[in-house]
């Protein structure tokens, strides 16, 4: 499953000269966590969110330190300082910002998500903005029926990325989440390959694989056979 299949195209945004207490109306008001910055051209300035306005109800200048590693926590001081004292989007928001493309796959929005730790990221293509993929958006697309599932694990998983024919090659049934492969492939690389990205799909909760393969092209003596092939 792609971004742009789960994204919201309708996107709130806000220009980078429009102040602070502009942006937490509109927060307010719609009752979001935050919003694209974007200039005229749709292009993406930063992200501003309750988290960058907060900054203002506290006195970043009272929590300076001292010790080896002080200069470390200043730096992140010197930005709550800046963010405290905005008075425009443009001074508040967090830059650059972490984008994601619509054709990149919901799993790699979420491994972006957890380990940025951000809570949307914005979706850009040919470097304007064209939609807004949220981890709302990413567990909605984790309730799927097992129909959607497996269909998507056929499609997308066995004949667009592995080019394997389903079901003539491999069986795929999805019970509650949990995907059943049972099958044979050219190479055990194949198999292990197909388990890993069966287990990405949104809305898996686990894969039991039965599956045999004709070549196991993992093995070291395997690798340099190949590699003789290829020379």
């Known amino acids: 499953m792609k971004v742009q299949e789960v994204m919201t195209r309708e996107v709130l945004t806000i220009g980078p000269e429009a102040p602070v207490r502009d942006v937490a109306k509109i927060?307010?008001?719609?009752r979001i966590s935050g919003l694209p910055v974007c200039d005229a051209q749709r292009r993406v300035l930063g992200v501003i969110s309750e988290g960058d306005i907060l900054f203002k109800e506290h006195d970043p200048t009272t929590?300076?330190?001292?010790?080896?590693?002080a200069w470390l926590v200043d730096g992140a001081s010197k930005n709550a300082i800046a963010k405290a004292q905005a008075r425009t989007a443009r001074e508040a928001m967090t830059s650059p910002a972490i984008t994601i493309a619509p054709y990149d796959q919901v799993a790699a929005a979420a491994r972006v998500m957890s380990e940025r730790g951000v809570n949307r990221l914005p979706v850009v293509k040919r470097g304007e903005l064209v939609g807004i993929v949220t981890r709302a958006d990413l567990v909605r697309a984790f309730v799927r029926s097992d129909e959607e599932i497996g269909r998507e694990i056929k499609e997308d998983v066995l004949e667009r990325m592995l080019w394997i024919e389903a079901p003539r090659a491999v069986a795929v049934d999805v019970e509650r989440g949990t995907a059943r492969l049972t099958g044979k492939l050219g190479t055990r690389s194949d198999a292990l390959a197909l388990e890993r990205l069966a287990a990405r799909v949104p809305g898996v909760v686990s894969v039991e694989a039965d599956l045999t393969w004709s070549v196991d092209d993992t093995t070291r003596k395997a690798k340099r056979a190949l590699e003789r092939t290829l020379r």
Do not use: A, K, Q, T
Not at 27 to 30: C, G, N, T, W
């Open 27 to 30: 927060l307010v008001d719609h």
């Open 63 to 69: 929590s300076r330190r001292i010790g080896p590693l």
